[in-house]
């Protein structure tokens, strides 16, 4: 059974909720999954099958607190992730203008110089237009599972 992690970044706990919402999904496509809530390097050892990020943003565009030491340490000390696919699901506030989905769009752009593969477009979901992110996440992971070939069982 091909694994999944799903990496959290979270402040006051609406991307973990997403993350708990869509682990079903992922599990009937036929993923073992694992929620990640105090992402670290040693999370990437042995690298899973697939990745996806639920990530907030906070302040000016920055990350939440429990994910600065993982995304400082992908910086510092990259690992290996030539070919590593992975999805990214980014909340934020649209208020906040050019910071919105910061936090989601600075992982990517880090993911993306570490050589890692993003399957499909980035999800950025907007506070200002959505209440529960999971009314915005659950349809787009269908859709995500689909187009990607993704379904293993």
Request: hydrophobic residues 60%.
């Given at each position: 059974m091909p694994s999944l992690k799903i990496f959290v970044g979270t402040m006051y706990g609406g991307a973990l909720d997403v993350?708990?919402?869509?682990?079903p999904l992922f599990e009937q496509a036929g993923y073992d999954v694992t929620i990640v809530e105090q992402p670290s390097?040693?999370?990437l050892d042995p690298l899973p099958d697939l990745a996806l990020f639920c990530v907030s943003t906070t302040g000016s565009g920055d990350f939440p607190g429990n994910f600065v030491p993982f995304a400082r340490d992908l910086r510092e000390a990259p690992p290996a992730l030539a070919n590593w696919r992975y999805?990214?699901?980014a909340l934020g506030d649209s208020s906040y203008g050019d910071t919105f989905c910061g936090a989601g769009r600075a992982l990517d752009a880090l993911l993306d110089?570490?050589?890692a593969e993003r399957l499909g477009e980035r999800l950025e979901i907007d506070a200002m237009e959505t209440?529960?992110?999971d009314d915005a996440a659950i349809p787009w992971v269908e859709a995500w599972i689909d187009e990607q070939g993704l379904k293993v069982a």
């Open positions: 993350a708990e919402q869509v682990t390097l040693a999370d999805g990214l699901i110089e570490l050589g209440f529960m992110a």
